[in-house]
């Protein structure tokens, strides 16, 4: 049995438009997966079959060799793969704290629990408070996450995505919006996940994508082109043409 | 077979008023993504215009007719350029209360002015005569308001398919900031908009004042009918509306003879599985 | 400690109260069960963010179930809460598998549509509701059987006033757990809270109906304390009432409940006595300038008066 997702044969149709199609796809523990491709190629809806906000007309997809096919999101979610919104998502309203406190109790699945005050768990502000100090954001605790600056809240949204511990994480676009001068700490953040999360990257920054990830998957038009390392990939005459425009690398 | 064709005729007439009525509130709705609960008023306003031209000035049913309908216009374009701009931006919670609040201030006036009383609108003597259909005869009214309903929905399609102004009012619903861009003056498409969806209303609210009686809590009485009209058409989509509003004043004039006794509950439980089934309505856009 | 200081405020206000207006008792009473409703809103709409036009449908249940079994069953009025709650709740929770599956406007319609639809079945069911006349003939028993129900409504005062002082102690704790924290998120934003693995449909569907059970209390308490439930519990207007009265106040706030419904009321009481119409001016005025002038509601006005004074001083010294 092997641990991660597994993808097969997976198409999408929306009427007579094929937006995915016949994509087999493995994402082990530990990987570190980029997805790349044109505008329009299908990566958006591949991210959202994945994460079961569309389902799939045909193929499967199995999670630690069970198929998860037929669960919704958010059973998706409590059984380990989260993912990173390409517009940054969070409650906005709340604070840091409130935010990455929800994650950890709906991990736990604490999120019925009409009684208790939420915040009076010792272990569980313990570990808002570790989550907050790796992300160098102490200071930043108790302010409303609509005050920060994107950058933050692109971290934030990180961070609150880790306190699920998810075992597959999706970053679908993590750079999307960030000023150029601080994509350094995406990347550094990214660098830094747990060495045995599996992490496919959904990005259209090509210097993110090479430095963080192992493997390369070019999608066009709804299907692999190709699949390989990044040199691989960078040296395919038919990535340079269609995607790169031949200039990297 | 008579019960039927009863049946038809009754709840088309009774759906055309809805119609006329509903259609600015859809158009609105979809254009301007404004919850309009005050729409109603602007058919109470028609009615009542209508009614004090009638009695107080003594004029004749066409002049009053147009003239309330000019009125009702001449009030409902301020209106828009004062208030309904800012509303437009607001979240719909606050559409719905600043939109329930301008009603409650309609219902106010309209009793101050006129009173609390049922304010009739005599119809002229050709449509209160009786038409002989061969099963039953019954006020040329009722015909006149199935031909009249036809007659604004084929104004209508004239108007968004043939004209320069449709063309802008549904590149307008399609993207705002696009048509914008294109140099389409969107405020002034909303304003006109706004203009005819009033006019239209206060026509409603005239010829369907003896299904629909006038009356200064007019706007509260029947605003949950007109929101049904457009939730099941789908918001912004006129065809929706007229579909919609034929459809269920057809349910509604069937309930009403085949069920007296539960005729509002099985109505509203139609629509409510209809909208469960279809929660954007018969041509709604997701 | 903070926390606690504006509740006990008020509810030592509410006891003073008592003393200082000994006939108007029913009026005061009127407001205590009026705040019980518009907590629930609050709970729902404030907190949840469902928005809502129809809470008068768990109102008025609640004051039939509570009147009819108060008639054929036990006069107890403890009991009679117990199954005005239960029956608020059951209505909230079989609507709200409807409800919450659809969003935004079709929610609004949708909850108008319930309370118009049971506003027609008790109006049709008059052998059991007695129609347009109301259900009449309640007695009441004493209060844990020691405090008789009084003409000038002594006991019914202190009865509200604990209701409304559970009720709101209650929701304290709920809004403040887990649960609270996630309808604050559900709120915010649904994507996020489907994306951390948050069941949100089930999440509504449990505050909705929370929502209901505490709208039945206060229907039930309504019918308990007047003897008399009408079909006025289900119209629309309460429904409408009830949500200016929060926003007058001020929503995701349980103090906003509170103070909404006292302005608003003192204002009926006073303004409104004997007009229905003049009322509508007041109200429509009223809401249009806390929709355009004070969307956070009344309660925002000391902070807004006092940035402006400061900002003058400020001004004054640049």
Known sequence: MQTGLEVRGLSKNFGGLVVSEDISFDLPSGARKALIGPNGAGKSTFANLVTGILRPSSGTIRFDGSDIGHLDEAARVRLGIAKTFQVTTLFRRLTVRENLRLGIIERERRGFGLFRRADRDAAQEAEIDGLLSDFEMTDLADVPVENLAYGQQRLVELALTLSLKPRVLLLDEPAAGVPSSEVHLISDAIARLPEDLAVLIIEHDMDLVFRVATSIVVLVQGRILVEGTPAEVAADARVRELYLGGGHG | MGLFLNIVIDGTAYGMILFMIAVGLSVTMGLMRVVNLAHGAFALVGGALAHWFQQDLGTGFGIALVAAIAGTVILALPLELVLYRRIYRMGELQQVLATIGLTFLFIATINL??????????????????????????????????????????????????????????????????????????????????????????????????????????????????????????MGSILGSFLAALGLGILETAARYLLPDAATISFFAIVILLLTLRPNGLMGRV | MRDHLVPIVMGLVAVGLFFAFPYDLAFLTRVLVTIVLVLSVDLVLGYAGIPTLGQAAMFGTGAYAAGLFAIHVWGDPLAGLVVGAVAGAAIALVSGLVLMRTRGLTVIMLTIAVAAILHEIANRARDLTGGADGLRGIRMQPVLGLWEFDFIGRTGYWYALVVVIVVYVGLSILTRSSFGLGLRGIHDSPERMRAIGAPVYWRLVTAYTIGGGIAGIA?????????????????????????????????????????GVALFMTVHHFAAANDPFNWLFVIGAMVLVVVFFLPQGIISLPGILLRHLRGGRDADRA
């Open chain 2, 113 to 234: 002015w006129q009173g609390s009383a049922l304010l009739v609108i005599e119809f002229p003597q050709a449509l209160r005569m009786p038409v002989d259909l061969g099963f039953r005869t019954l006020p040329a009214h009722r015909l006149a308001v199935i031909g009249l309903g036809f007659a604004i929905i084929l104004f209508l399609w004239w108007l968004l398919d043939r004209t320069r102004f449709g063309v802008r009012l549904r590149a307008s619903v399609d993207n705002r900031d696009i048509a914008a861009a294109h140099g389409i003056n969107t405020d002034m498409v909303y304003l006109a908009t706004f203009g005819l969806g009033a006019a239209l209303a206060a026509i409603g609210g005239i010829m369907g004042s003896e299904l629909l009686p006038i009356e200064a809590y007019y706007p509260l009485r029947y605003m949950v009918l007109f929101l049904i009209v457009v939730a099941v058409g789908g």
């Open chain 3, 219 to 259: 229907g039930a308490l309504n019918a308990q304390i007047t003897q008399l439930v009408s079909l006025e519990g289900f119209a629309f207007s309460l429904s409408a009432e009830a949500l200016i009265m929060l926003i007058l106040g001020g929503t995701g706030r349980l103090v906003g409940a509170v103070i």
